[in-house]
């Protein structure tokens, strides 16, 4: 089992409508976990950060986790063709480390 | 004004040979680190420094030396470099290790 699994995608979803993505980890003492944004040959860009169970809102963005069910969401309000990016979901384990998942291919169609 | 640069941003090199990379942050961060991500966009940690002390040495070969002459700057030597070497190499810093990582620009290696 991978440490910190996302579904690859592609995801596309019409501009306006809401997209979700999702994320589920196996370190169970994991405390800290993060959504980044990398669009194609750049770096990748914290967007949330959520250390508590339920939900935490920035713009159109709300983060949801759920320690009991190891399971981490995004969600995306509204979204524009400028969202199209991939997604990673990053955990930091008991050890540390920041594991990432493999990435979520977001396509906002206009 | 760049939080975390990184020079060189590409690096084409022949098989054999030794490079390296260097990354500066400007957060006044106390932790830096390499990540490596490979052709399947995967992002993996290799090193992570705290104060200039190795805390996180992943299984990387010993071809690759990591070293911090200050809080601020973490370079990555590679020796003798092989094509599965080939990969864009991400230094990040972060204010505490649990913390949320800042990465800079990334610096293409592409080993032929």
């Known amino acids: 089992q991978k440490e910190v699994e996302q579904n690859s995608g592609p995801l596309s979803v019409p501009e306006g409508a809401i997209a979700s993505l999702n994320c589920t980890y196996s370190d169970r003492g994991s405390q800290s976990f993060f959504w980044y944004r990398q669009y194609s040959g750049k770096s990748p860009e914290l967007i949330m950060s959520i250390y508590s169970n339920g939900d935490k809102e920035d713009g159109r963005f709300t983060a949801q986790l759920n320690k009991a069910s190891q399971y981490v969401s995004l969600l995306i309000r509204d979204s524009q063709p400028s969202d199209s990016a991939t997604y990673l979901c990053?955990?930091?384990?008991?050890?540390?480390?920041?594991?990432f998942g493999q990435g979520t291919e977001l396509s906002v169609k206009p | 004004d760049t939080a975390v640069s990184q020079t060189p941003k590409y690096l084409v090199t022949q098989m054999g040979n030794d490079k390296s990379i260097k990354c500066e942050q400007n957060l006044g961060h106390d932790t830096m680190y390499w990540y490596k991500q490979d052709s399947k966009k995967f992002l993996k940690i290799m090193f992570s420094?705290?104060?200039?002390?190795?805390?996180i040495n992943e299984t990387v070969p010993n071809r690759f030396s990591p070293k911090s002459p200050d809080k601020a700057h973490l370079n990555l030597h590679i020796n003798s470099l092989e094509l599965g070497d080939s990969a864009v190499y991400f230094c990040?810093?972060?204010?505490?290790?649990?913390?949320?990582?800042?990465f800079g620009p990334g610096t293409r290696l592409t080993v032929l």
């Open positions: 990053a955990v930091n384990n008991q050890g540390g480390k920041l594991i």
């Open positions: 420094y705290n104060n200039k002390e190795l805390i």
């Open positions: 990040a810093s972060s204010q505490e290790l649990a913390g949320g990582k800042y």
